[in-house]
């Protein structure tokens, strides 16, 4: 097992390694690359990457720019999960052969796939559920930013109910998104994987301590990161922790993590809870719901979430 | 370290058999894979060999095609050997990562065992997979028995790796009627036939961590045609001589001597067949007969079908009155994709010879001798007019009224 990085403060973490360059497309304020930067700063490990098309993928790898100090490799939408585990199959037999590069001696590398939530509550689905039904060693990260943000905002299975979006739009007669947000940490705890994780990366101590967690954790794992967007949550590129803090202390995105598919434990418990109409209210994608016609949603909203958070603690307190 | 096997010197293996034991000699290090009929067996084989010790690589058996090629995309990107086996619908499901293989550069194998595309859902052998692939940057080879199965996997590894190609290969067969009729076929002993192929030369590696690379970048208009240029300018510039190079040395190993377009009584030939796979074989025994009767008939056929050897078919084809060219696959709305090749090869050479189409075989469909006799003699009237005695399309061995085209 490789030495697990010690990190003191925000600014020597934020700081303490250049695999993610800055230069990148990403919109300014945009949380994938906040995400990005936690994830690959936790660890001193190699790390093989793949990230799916969306975003990150095509902000990231435009010819002849790079913005990925590892090795990294994009296929398609559906896919970077697969990709990712057949590199992991590569390097488990190339070791049995005794036949890897010299470069990996005496190191271990580690093998993460990027998706957007498109890619992983709805496309790469299928993809994602074979590689942790096969148990591949690999870390899978979700930026869930409840929309197909490249594509231009449309809805996707992790949408909220009342969101409105380029597909699901709000309007004289709609409150724009019907469904509800898909339990995706649920489903890929019952696929009995050995860590599954919700993280937000304003809550960074958090984070780090669940990604190296995932890391020393052998078998699939998968971390479901909250992304705020500016572009189409709607809010001033500088607000983006501002709107996380709002997301994670209204416990519209609880954190916790679940061992083995069973052993659930929250991991954040804010001490002054913020209600969910104040999360919604700082959104333009929520702006209607403010509307006198729509407004009862918001009360739905904030029974949706206490019942949740009620759930999860009953889990957390059971243990099952 | 993974035990050999004994083999003879002659083997009863059919086409699926044969496929395996190539993709078991060459020790692949990743096989991700999932069943369909007619290939099943090449994985179940591998499975098996697996089990018992003869390979010691990783085979991952995912939930479909998509996800197979996907496997294999990100094995072969992190460094070594990779290789699956697909036919039909699972052929169509990977098409998308097939162009994503290719435009990587990364050198799989795969083999294809074809069939027919639904609807209607057939299990059988026609063309329609092979086709289906032909734009999508792989080099597919085709093989018209076991023996050539075996053959032609091994060598589409030593093709494919090759540091100035890194392409991937499909390695092509008859659904059923090659992949599942057993036949004699020679091996190369596994010592002989791992030295043939050769260590997989890694190149670009993701495992190789002191030189990070990037796969799957973006481009818009300023790179990708680039790109897509480079890449089709090596395929249709490096493959042919390297394709050779393979072909000269597999036969000094083995005596079997393989060409990029196969010629079968050609010299003289007044008429001929231009097909594909199993079908050769029935064209060239008929065209022998015929001989007798005083029709001088031989048969072409490109064992490289991607990239079109657009050269060596004009030279087989080089004096010939008058061509048919079969194509096992729907043309779904023009002229067969074999017509259209040869016709456009053919339209640059001097001597212009009457071509026509003919599609058979479509689904598992029977082709007969018959069905090659009437095509020869309908190809010396042909040859005699100097132009078409009978529509340009045609379908043979179609029940119902009689379908033809133009
Ligand atoms: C097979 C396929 N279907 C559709 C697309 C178009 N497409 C590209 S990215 C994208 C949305 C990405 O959304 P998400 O995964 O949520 O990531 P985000 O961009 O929001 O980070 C879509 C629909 C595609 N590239 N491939
Ligand atoms: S659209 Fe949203 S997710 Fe995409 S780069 Fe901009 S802020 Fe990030």
């Known amino acids: 097992m490789s030495e697990i990085k010690k990190i003191k403060n925000l600014k020597e973490f934020s700081t303490s390694a250049d695999r993610f360059e800055g230069a990148n497309l990403l919109c300014p304020g945009c949380a994938h690359s906040i995400i990005v930067r936690e994830v690959l700063n936790a660890t001193h490990d190699p790390l093989i990457l793949a990230a799916s098309t969306g975003c990150l993928e095509v902000c990231t790898a435009v010819y002849p720019y790079t913005s990925w100090d590892n090795s990294w490799i994009h296929i398609g939408f559906e896919n970077g999960s697969t990709a990712i585990a057949g590199a992991e199959a590569m390097y488990k037999a190339r070791k049995r052969k005794g036949k890897l590069p010299k470069s990996c001696e005496g190191k271990t590398p580690k093998f993460v796939a990027f998706g957007g939530d498109g890619a992983t509550y709805d496309i790469g689905f299928q993809w994602i559920s074979g590689c942790f039904e096969r148990g591949h060693d690999m870390m899978y990260v979700c930026l869930d930013n409840e929309v197909y943000a490249n594509t231009g905002g449309q809805r996707s299975s992790s949408t909220p109910i009342g969101a409105s979006t380029t597909t699901a739009p709000a309007g004289r007669v709609s409150y724009g998104e019907k469904m509800m947000k898909k339990d995706i940490v649920g489903i890929m705890a019952a696929h009995g994987a050995p860590y599954v994780a919700q993280v937000a990366p304003n809550k960074w101590k958090d984070m780090v301590k669940k990604i190296q967690k995932g890391f020393e954790t052998e078998g699939p794992v998968f971390i479901n990161a909250m992304s705020a967007c500016t572009t189409e949550w709607k809010f001033a590129p500088d607000d983006t922790i501002a709107i996380s803090d709002l997301a994670t202390d209204s416990l519209v995105f609880p954190l916790y993590e679940i061992e083995n598919g069973t052993k659930l434990r929250i991991t954040y418990r804010p001490k002054n809870k913020v209600p969910v109409r104040d999360y919604l209210g700082a959104q333009g994608r929520f702006k209607h719901l403010f509307k006198p016609q729509y407004e009862y949603l918001i009360d739905e909203w904030q029974k949706m979430v206490d019942e949740r958070w009620e759930y999860l603690q009953r889990r957390e307190e059971a243990s099952v | ?406």
């Open chain 2, 1 to 406: 370290m993974a035990e050999k096997m004994e083999l003879n010197e002659v083997e009863v293996w059919d086409g699926n058999m044969a496929a395996s034991q190539a993709l078991r000699q060459a020790q692949i290090d990743v096989v991700a894979a999932y069943p369909i009929t007619p290939s099943t067996p090449v994985v179940q084989n591998y499975g098996s060999f697996l089990a018992n010790g003869y390979v010691d690589g990783e085979f991952v058996m995912v939930e479909s095609e998509h996800a197979a090629m996907s496997g294999c995309v990100g094995a072969a990107a992190a460094g070594g050997r990779v290789a699956t086996a697909t036919s039909s619908q699972g052929f169509a499901l990977m098409v998308e990562v097939l162009y994503q293989a290719s435009g990587m550069r990364l050198p799989i194998v795969l083999v294809v065992v074809n069939r027919a595309l639904a609807a209607p859902l057939n299990v059988n052998g026609d063309h329609s997979d092979m086709y289906l692939g032909r734009d999508s940057g792989w080099i597919q080879l085709d093989a018209y028995n076991a023996q050539e199965a075996y053959d032609l996997t091994l060598m589409a590894f030593r093709i494919g790796e090759d540091v100035d190609i890194r392409l991937p290969v499909m390695v092509h067969q008859d659904g059923f009627i090659t992949s599942h009729t057993a036949e004699n076929v020679r091996p190369l002993s596994d010592d002989e036939a791992y030295a043939f192929i050769g260590e997989y030369p890694m190149v670009n590696a993701m495992l190789d961590l002191a030189k990070p690379v990037t796969y799957g970048v973006q481009t818009e208009e300023d790179w990708h045609f680039e790109h897509k240029a480079r890449q089709h300018h090596d395929l249709m510039t490096k493959v042919f001589g390297k394709v050779e190079e393979v072909f000269d040395a597999f036969e000094k190993k083995t005596g079997r001597k393989y060409n990029i377009v196969e010629e079968y009584f050609m010299d003289d030939a007044d008429v001929a067949i231009v097909a594909l796979g199993t079908t050769v074989d029935t064209a060239a025994y008929v065209a022998e007969k015929l001989r007798k009767e005083g029709i001088k008939a031989g048969v072409v056929s490109p064992r490289l079908i991607r990239p079109w050897p657009h050269a060596q078919m004009m030279e087989a084809l080089k004096g010939v009155k008058a061509v048919a060219c079969l194509d096992r696959s729907s043309p779904n709305g023009a002229m067969g994709m074999l017509y259209n090749e040869v016709a456009a090869t053919m339209y640059q050479s001097d001597s212009k010879p009457v071509i026509t189409n003919y599609v058979y075989g479509l689904g598992g469909r029977d082709f007969t001798v018959e069905h090659a006799e009437n095509i020869y003699k309908e190809l010396a009237a042909n040859a005699e007019a100097g132009k078409p005695t009978t529509p340009l399309q045609q379908f043979i061995g179609l029940r119902g009224p009689k379908l033809s085209f133009y």
